[in-house]
T-cell receptor, first 115, second 112 residues
């Protein structure tokens, strides 16, 4: 069964450093998403991406964050200057078509620790 | 999205049916009811969704009240692998929003 993959599974970085989290969505999917989950808290939406553009973003997704689909398979989340509070599990998801009725398929996540 | 209310936690014995309730008294006519679950240390996983009629799939059944103000996710025979946090999420087809809004969900424990 096709699945969303994410790399790396764990990332440790120093405060102020840039990190890039990578995702490979399911191949025929057109909508891509990033969510995060701070330890012990809810899963929070960050951003959705369709047709090479951001289609929706949350208040969390400020200027320090950016997303890109650099080629036909990868979808990346960049955090330009990490803060301690960026430590969280980051999940990538994808869906095939129109989002409301469609299932979002999540990857296993990248655990980011900012020291 | 309209608000949902779920119990914080529930327990079930292995191989017994489990009924996970969700209240959504402010649901609108265009809201779909989605259920996702999150197994320990994993990403969320789709379980089932519906609009008005009851739904069945290989994982679970979704029973929707006639007034749509509540719904119940039914796991017909709980296994240890079903121990997870279950999220009931409303998605408004008229809002044009792409995000899933997760609450705290119900943590299901399955007792061997």
């Amino acid at each position: 069964e096709p699945e969303v993959t994410q790399t790396p599974s764990h990332q440790v970085t120093q405060m102020g450093q840039e990190v890039i989290l990578r995702c490979v969505p399911i191949s025929n999917h057109l909508y891509f998403y990033w969510y995060r989950q701070i330890l012990g808290q809810k899963v929070e939406f960050l951003v959705s991406f369709y047709n090479n553009e951001i289609s929706e973003k949350s208040e969390i997704f400020d200027d320090q964050f950016s997303v890109e689909r650099p080629d036909g398979s990868n979808f990346t989340l960049k955090i330009r200057s990490t803060k301690l509070e960026d430590s969280a599990m980051y999940f990538c998801a994808s869906s095939e078509l129109a989002p409301v009725k469609e299932t979002q398929y999540f990857g296993p996540g990248t655990r980011l620790l900012v020291l | 999205d309209a608000k949902t209310t779920q119990p914080n936690s529930m327990e079930s014995n292995e191989e017994e049916p489990v009924h996970l309730p969700c209240n959504h008294s402010t649901i609108s006519g265009t809201d779909y009811i989605h259920w996702y679950r999150q197994l320990p240390s994993q990403g969320p996983e789709y379980v089932i969704h519906g609009l008005t009629s009851n739904v069945n799939n290989r994982m679970a059944s979704l029973a929707i009240a006639e007034d749509r103000k509540s719904s119940t996710l039914i796991l017909h025979r709980a296994t240890l692998r079903d121990a997870a946090v279950y999220y009931c999420i409303l998605r408004d087809s008229g809002a044009g929003s792409y995000q899933l809004t997760f609450g705290k969900g119900t943590k299901l424990s399955v007792i061997p």
